[in-house]
Structure formats: C-alpha cells, structure tokens
C-alpha cells in the first residue's frame, strides 16, 4: 500500500472517530477573526514623556517629575508611591513588585522587590493536623504576608538610577494622602461592597469603612489619609530606615506578632531589593526585556515569543481558530513548564537559558497538529538544557524624553492583599504567600500548581507571573512598555499585547484593547474574554478538541488592565527624536498622561 493511500485510509479512520465536523489540518484562518476592536481607538500622544498607569492621578504625579526635568525613574517612584495612595487595591507599600529599566544607552536591568517569606515561614504553618492545606492562611489575615518590598525596591531604583531627591518625588503621594482626592465611583462601589471583608480586621473598618455597612462612601468625596500621610513623610525623610526600621517597624511587626502573624523587626530590618539581569529575547527582529525569576513572567514571555515566531500568526488571522488552537498549545506547555521549574533563583536552580533557547521551544512545539489538541495527559513540562550557572496588582509604563524607560508592575496580590491594614500606619499588607506551592498538587488562587521548588521556606521569594517588559524595534531603539495585572493570565496578557502590536500592527490602544486568549495548562480550557472569538471560532475550536470557556478564574468575562506605552521615532519631524503613544486598557479607569 503506498504511503499516500495509507495515509488517506488512515485519514478517514481517524475522521469517522472525531466529532461531526472536523478542520482541515491548516494554519490557515477558517472564518475571519472578529474585529480586533471594531473601531480603531486613539491612544494619548505626546512629545516629551509619558506615564500610563492605574490611575489619572499616579500618572499626573509621575509627569510632575518629568516637568520638574527629572528622568523616567524619577518620574516611576513618583507614581508608584501615588498609586500606594490613590489606588490602594493594589498600588502599595505593603506588598512588592518587580521593575525593569531601560537607560538611554539601551542597557537594561531589572530590580526585583518581590517580598520574602519571613525567617519563621514553613510548610507547616499553612498545613493543618491532618496535613490538609489551609488555603485561608494564606490569603486572608496576619500569615498571608510576606515581607513587603515596594518602598526598598522604589527607594533602591531612585538612588541608584533616578536625579531628585526624595523629598521632590514623594511630594505628591504625600499630598494626595494628606489633603485627599475625590473618590472615584468604581473605588468608592468597591469600598462599600466590600464592608464585610473589611469589618474583620479593626483597622481596615476603622480607615476603610465608614463604620457601619450603612454608610456608605459617595463617589466625589474627599478620602482622606492621614496616618498613610505620616508614614509617607517618615520614608521622605529617614528613606529605606523610615519603614523598615523606626516606628513603621515596630508597628508592623508589633501587630503581627501580637495577632499570631510571622513578620518580626529583625525580617524587615533584613529586606533588600534584590538588581537582577532581565530575561531577553528576540522577536521577529525586536528585542525584548523582562523580569526573571523569581518571576516567572520574563521566561514564560521568551517561550511563548518562540513559539509565535515559528508561525506566520498575522496570516493566521487575529484571533481566528487556527491562531486560537496554535497559542493555547504554546500556553499550556509553557505553562506546564512554569509549574515544574520555577522558583527562587536564590534558593533552587532555575534552568533560565534553557527554557528560552528558542530550540527548546522548537522541540516543545514538535508534537503541535493543527487538526486536533495534543491530548491532554501527554502535556507535560518539558527538559530543558540545565544551564551551568545559575485578583491584584498594577502595572505603569514610563518613558522620557531621553530614551529611558521603565515598566513596574506590583501587587499585594490579592485586591487589598490581606484585608489587614496596620494602625497607626495607615496601609494593606500583602497577601503574597498564596504564590506559593502550600503543598505540591494544591492550587494557589489561581489555580497554579507548582513543585517542591516554591514550597514555603524562610527567606524565600515566592514564584510571580508579573512581567514587566520592555521591547526594543529592530533598529535597537526604544519601541513598547507594556504590563499587566491578572495573576497568571499577567503572561498571556502581555505577550498578546507585544503580537497585537509586532504581528497586527495595532497601535497601541487598540493593542490593549483587544480581546484576549489564556490557557495555563491546568485547569484544562482554553479561556476566552467574551468578545474575543467568534462564535465560528470557538465552534472550530471545540471540533479540534478544546474545552473552550468564556471567562477566567470562575466566571471573570474580561481580565487585564494593560498599561501601555508605545515610542515610535518619527523620520519626518527632525529636532524631535521620539514621541510617545499611551494605551491605558479600557476595562478600568488607568490615564495615560503625557507633556
Ligand atoms: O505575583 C503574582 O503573580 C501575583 N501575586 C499577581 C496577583 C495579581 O495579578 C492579582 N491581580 N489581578
């Protein structure tokens, strides 16, 4: 029998055992994608700066520094002690983050402010009697925390990397605490749904509710901080000593001592932000900088860039079945990958090099047919080379006029991390010890697994998926700042945004606009927000094999939050070497602010 026949016998057979209708083995679209987003929306523009951030205000206090001449870090601290102030979800300084910089040289590196487990933090501590994981532990209450790193990370960027004093950058944070600002509608709805949550803990009723469940915040009125006010103004004067030492200290580790949490005075006395090589790959000509591990989100980025180059994704089609099949196979094994082999690089070897080798992903994507999933239990992590050496967050995107540019995303992790605020100090702690594995084969929150290489330990970062990235046009000036929030859908957001804006040519706004995909290897669906596919789609997706769900994490329609900055060098306006383009997601109500 020749091979040819043998293979249409075998097609057949294979045809009669699949469901009704089945694509053709094709990478090429099979119903046109929906519009990306229909209209083409504008994003900001300007021609001396820019900040893209959570929230108007953050981004205004950045611009102040640019106007004042300070540089894109200058302008990143101002911001992220702003958003602690006027975007307390998840702007903080409670929690930790992780920041990438670009000097107008084009090198980069990165700050890791990601917060440690504190010295007493075990396995057991989050394991009940029976050895049952308590999952509440770690995300609700004095056990969730781990030692926060945003004021070392921004104080550490500042003195190494920024020109003013911090006197000049904390300035509006401390004025956007100290006098307020209005209350917008989605913060003040936000505060009086969750009354509740909030009533448990004495201080956060007491600076974040208004008392009774009855009463609620308006929108428009003034939300004053106070003690959030003086703890700014001890940081602006004593600097790092003015959080982890003294009396912010003291009442951090006061309280979690005295309701049976872990952090004590000697864990912050010890915090440092931690300068790391960023990860880097190449796409299609562009370069592009993110965070290593202990996030993940740098390596996950790299292996699903990989990936993507080895397809013609634009002919594809935006979001059209084909494209659809071909990206969630590279999400679940990169994925499957991040479970298996990421950790703190400081406590287990993290096989960085190996994972990124654009070979590696070669031989991942090897067993891809177009016609059909990969079966489900054969998805598993993959060997990579092991090199000889070694629901929230927020991003903002900053670049000035020099060339210099800065990604930062932070997070306490959950939104208002642990519910605890700290009296007398006037600020939410994390939650962040959730990111860790509590026991291997239990979830975190967002249904990350992992191994025994992000078990609790003391000292330890737990694993991220944030992914602060800065990209590069193949002529090696700067081109996009892009980020996001979303727990692990951080790295499919952000990689999408990069191909919406390389492989679809979408300008910036629409770039975060558009509809996304996310698969994360387990759970086994391929996730879609709600307008992202077309109903053709979804029904080509389902003939391949898939289990493809609307929503994320239960039910979540849409998820993201990008925070976009786009630099494009303009050949026909000489004097002017570069100008700015802002694309802040419009499923929340970030700005981006230039001059
Ligand atoms: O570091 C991480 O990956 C998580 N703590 C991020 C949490 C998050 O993005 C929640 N936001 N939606």
Do not use: C
Request: aromatic share 8%; glycine share 10%.
């Amino acid at each position: 029998m020749g091979r040819a026949l043998g293979g249409a016998l075998l097609f057949a057979a294979a045809t009669l055992l699949l469901p009704a209708w089945t694509p053709a083995p094709t990478d090429a679209p099979t119903e046109p994608g929906p519009a990306a987003a229909a209209p083409e929306p504008v994003p900001e523009y300007a021609e001396n700066g820019m900040v893209v951030s959570a929230k108007r205000a953050a981004s205004a206090a950045g611009v102040e520094m640019l106007r004042k001449g300070g540089n894109a870090v200058d302008a990143a601290v101002a911001t992220g002690f702003a958003l602690a102030v006027v975007h307390p979800f998840a702007g903080n300084i409670g929690g930790g983050g992780f920041m990438v910089i670009r000097q107008p040289d084009g090198s980069v590196t990165t700050i890791d402010h990601r917060e440690d487990a504190p010295s007493g933090a075990t396995q057991e501590v989050y394991l009940n009697d029976e050895g049952t994981a308590v999952r509440s532990r770690s995300r609700r209450g004095y056990l969730a925390s781990g030692v926060p790193g945003t004021v070392a990370g921004l104080l550490k960027a500042l003195e190494e990397h920024g020109t003013l004093d911090r006197e000049t950058v904390m300035a509006p944070a401390i004025r956007l605490a100290a006098e307020g600002f209005p209350l917008p509608h989605t913060m003040a709805e936000d505060l009086n749904d969750r009354y509740d949550a909030f009533a448990a803990f004495p201080a956060t009723k007491q600076y974040f509710t208004k008392g009774r469940a009855s009463n609620k915040y308006r929108p428009g009125e003034q939300f004053v901080q106070n003690d959030l006010a003086q703890t700014l103004r001890r940081i602006q004067e004593r600097g790092r000593d003015g959080f982890y030492e003294g009396k912010t200290a003291s009442l951090i580790a006061g309280q979690f001592q005295e309701n049976g949490g872990l952090i004590d005075e000697q864990d912050l006395a010890e915090y440092e932000a931690v300068e790391r090589e960023p990860v880097t790959a190449s796409y299609r000509g562009y370069t592009v900088h993110s965070m290593g591990p202990p996030s993940s989100g740098g390596v996950a980025i790299a292996q699903l860039l990989n990936a993507a180059e080895m397809k013609d994704i634009d002919r594809m089609g935006f979001n059209s079945s084909a494209t659809a099949h071909y990206l969630g196979e590279a999400m679940r094994r990169v994925f499957a990958d991040r479970a298996k082999w990421l950790g703190d690089p400081d406590h287990v070897e993290v096989p960085t090099e190996g994972l990124v080798q654009k070979d590696y992903m070669r031989r991942r994507m090897a067993s891809f047919d177009s016609s059909r999933i990969t079966p489900t239990d054969s998805v598993r992590a993959g060997e990579p080379m092991l090199a000889r050496e070694s629901m929230e967050t927020s991003h903002y995107s900053v670049a000035d006029s020099s060339g210099m540019a800065v990604s930062v995303t932070t997070t306490l992790n959950s939104g208002y991390g642990s519910k605890v605020m700290i009296d007398g100090a006037g600020f939410f702690m994390n939650n962040e010890m959730n990111d860790f594995v509590l026991k291997p084969g239990v979830p975190n929150q967002f249904g990350l697994s992992g191994t025994e290489r992000n078990l609790v330990a003391p000292d330890r970062r737990m694993v991220s998926s944030m992914s602060p990235t800065i990209v590069e046009d193949p002529q090696g000036r700067l081109s996009l700042i892009i980020g996001a929030p979303g727990g692990s859908t951080i790295i499919t957001t952000t990689f999408q945004v990069i191909m919406n804006v390389i492989d679809h040519g979408m300008n910036v706004e629409q770039a975060v606009t558009a509809g996304r995909l996310h698969h994360q290897w387990k759970p086994r669906h391929l996730s879609y927000e709600e307008f992202a596919l077309s109903r053709d789609a979804v029904r080509n997706l389902r003939a391949r094999g898939w289990e493809v769900t609307e929503g994320v994490f239960g039910g979540n329609p849409r998820w993201g939050r990008a925070q976009g900055l786009r630099v494009k060098h303009p050949a026909d306006r000489p004097g002017l070497e570069r100008v700015f383009y802002g694309g802040s997601d419009p499923r929340a109500d970030g700005a981006a602010v230039g001059f």
